[in-house]
């Protein structure tokens, strides 16, 4: 998997004075002065201009490795009674600091802040955040009989192109507070030091703030998206780029009380509640009861579209949404409610479901179109999952593809090979950049074949990305 270092110019002069510090030990005599004067002040220099605009965690471990180095590179040379380690000695130690030093670019490479491919569409791409109340449903994550559900939802659609030195949204959040607050929820839900993420924060994608939609009188067509248990709304926003890009307007929605945090206009935040028992029976009880909330989110905010587009709820894209023509996607679980969503509102007409177990207990048959992608299957694969999902999805009363793509695993078809260590069970194999495109360009292709008049059977252009399995309606 091909990753890049992700230095700056302080971080790469702060390693290589660190280097050259450890290394100047073994110089003839003649060039040793001057070289290990000049990296120990360039070390300390920018050691300590690091420190005030802001170090990061992986250049802790080189500077401890230049600090262990400093004293006994820097003694021998300001008294000439001094004494140099044995060579014996010294080598252990030089090797040690080495070992640190080169722990700070491997960090970088493994957890680096996410860079995210440049959308391939004509658009440019804008961003706004709405929260949707739904009047009749409550919230029954809590006990309080007036509150009522609400979810808040993430719009990704085509615009303007905006001046070349316009700010980008930042990725986790409207606000770099919000997206560090959402940032530390996902380490913890994952069990992971909140640290490890503390670049993600920073990341800006593509998008926008406020642009106004593109020029012309064009209807967009929709796809409304739920994200894996946890997940929160942004999880796949190189996706939701690169199709708003092209012409489609992306909704992703964070769903309180599972979302890992949900950040509210209001200041409050919610984190997830949801939390697996360890007994199969109850997990999938719970899974199911889930998905179904989820189901309801989207049928209720593709409810909504009819309001933003007739401008009771005002912003950029009144006029320009095509409510006939919504699709609903999700992943892993989020995936599995796009199914359910499916079979329980006609309205949708399309659903991509991007590695998603279907929790359904009683799945009905449906009238939509279906593009499933899928991890490739191993040993350590849930057996019951291809079994389940190609029942589901054979009730499709349309043609439906199930897209095996190799390399992948779970979170292939998220962000998180972007800014996840490279690690083939946790991201797939796959180049860093190349899960999402994959994802990206098989859902475009679905998405025109089925939702465009005489858009014509993707089967060919999906098949260029994996094994292409097609159901079509009667089980053939």
Request: charged share 15%.
């Amino acid at each position: 998997m091909n990753a890049h270092v992700q230095l700056s110019l302080g971080e790469v002069l702060l390693v290589l004075s660190a280097v050259v510090l450890v290394s100047a030990r073994w110089l003839a005599p003649r060039p040793r002065r001057p070289v290990t004067l000049a990296a120990a002040a360039a070390a300390v220099l920018t050691g300590a201009v690091l420190g005030v605009i802001g170090l990061r965690w992986q250049m802790v471990p080189v500077l401890l490795g230049a600090a262990l180095a400093l004293p006994f590179a820097v003694a021998p040379l300001l008294r000439r009674t001094a004494r140099r380690a044995p060579w014996w000695l010294a080598l252990p130690g030089t090797a040690l600091c080495l070992v640190l030093i080169a722990a700070g670019p491997v960090a970088s490479w493994a957890l680096p802040t996410p860079v995210f491919p440049e959308p391939t569409g004509r658009f440019a791409v804008g961003t706004g955040v709405l929260e949707l109340t739904d009047p009749d449903r409550p919230e029954t994550a809590t006990p309080a009989p007036d509150d009522r559900r609400t979810v808040v939802a993430q719009f990704w659609y085509p615009a303007r192109r905006p001046p070349a030195d316009t700010r980008r949204a930042p990725y986790l959040g409207r606000t770099e507070p919000e997206a560090r607050t959402v940032s530390e929820a996902l380490a913890d839900y994952a069990g992971l030091p909140g640290f490890l993420l503390d670049g993600v924060p920073g990341a800006r994608t593509h998008a926008v703030y406020g642009l106004p939609a593109a020029d012309g009188a064009d209807r967009f067509p929709v796809v409304l998206f739920s994200p894996g248990l946890g997940g929160v709304r942004t999880q796949n926003t190189s996706w939701a780029e690169e199709l708003a890009s092209h012409g489609y307007v992306v909704v992703g929605l964070d769903h309180p009380y599972d979302s890992a945090a949900v950040v509210l206009g209001d200041g409050r935040t919610i984190r997830t509640e949801v939390s697996a028992t360890g007994d199969d029976a109850e997990d999938e009880r719970r899974a199911a009861g889930w998905t179904a909330v989820r189901a309801a989110d989207l049928s209720f905010v593709r409810a909504q579209l009819g309001r933003i587009d007739g401008g009771e709820i005002s912003g950029p894209l009144t006029g320009r949404l095509d409510t006939a023509r919504v699709a609903a996607a999700g992943h892993s679980l989020g995936g599995g409610a796009a199914l359910q969503a499916a079979h329980q509102d006609p309205g949708f007409a399309a659903v991509i479901d991007l590695d998603g177990f279907p929790h359904d207990p009683s799945p009905q048959p449906f009238r939509q179109p279906v593009l499933a992608l899928t991890q490739a299957i191993g040993p350590d694969t849930d057996p019951d999952y291809l079994p389940r999902l190609t029942r589901v999805i054979g009730l499709s009363g349309a043609t439906a593809y199930r897209l095996t793509v190799p390399g992948t695993a779970h979170l292939t078809f998220t962000d998180a090979p972007l800014y996840l260590p490279p690690l083939p069970s946790l991201v797939g194999s796959l180049d860093r950049t190349a899960g999402p495109r994959i994802t990206a360009a098989a859902s475009l292709a679905f998405l025109d074949a089925t939702l465009h008049d005489g858009g014509g059977d993707p089967a060919a252009a999906l098949s260029a990305y994996g094994t292409l399995s097609v159901h079509r309606p009667g089980g053939s």
